[in-house]
C-alpha cells in the first residue's frame, strides 16, 4: 500500500482531500469507541461491525450479503441477521435499499459526528 496511495495521478476522486480523510478517519475513530464500550453490543455484533467498518462509508451506502459475512466470519446467517439488526437499532448502520439479494448499509455519520 506504501507509494501506490501516494502516486502521482492517482488521485481521482477530488473528495479524497486529506482533510477530508482526517476526518473520516476521527469519525471511525469515534465510532468504533462508541461500539466497542457499548454493554448491549454483543460480542457478534462487535465482530460484524469490524468487519464492516472496513468497507462502509458515512457518505455513500455499500452492498453487503449477509451470505458472504457469515462466510467470512465463520458465523451462522441468523446470527448475522441478528447482529445487523441491533447495529441498526443503535443507529450505527444505516439500512439504505435493497439490490439485489445485498442490502446496502452506510455509517451513520450523526454517530461519527458526536463529541465523545
Known sequence: MTGAAAAPGRHTDSTSSPLRI????HHHDYISKAVS???EITLEALRVFTYLSRRLHFDRSIPVLQSELADA???QR????R???LLETKQILL???KLGRAIT???NPELGCRAA
Open 22 to 25: 482526517e476526518a473520516a478517519m
Open 37 to 39: 464500550t457499548d454493554r
Open 73 to 75: 466470519l465463520g458465523m
Open 78 to 81: 441468523p446470527n448475522v441477521n
Open 83 to 85: 447482529a445487523i439488526k
Open 95 to 97: 439500512r439504505e435499499s
Open 105 to 107: 448499509f452506510r455509517l
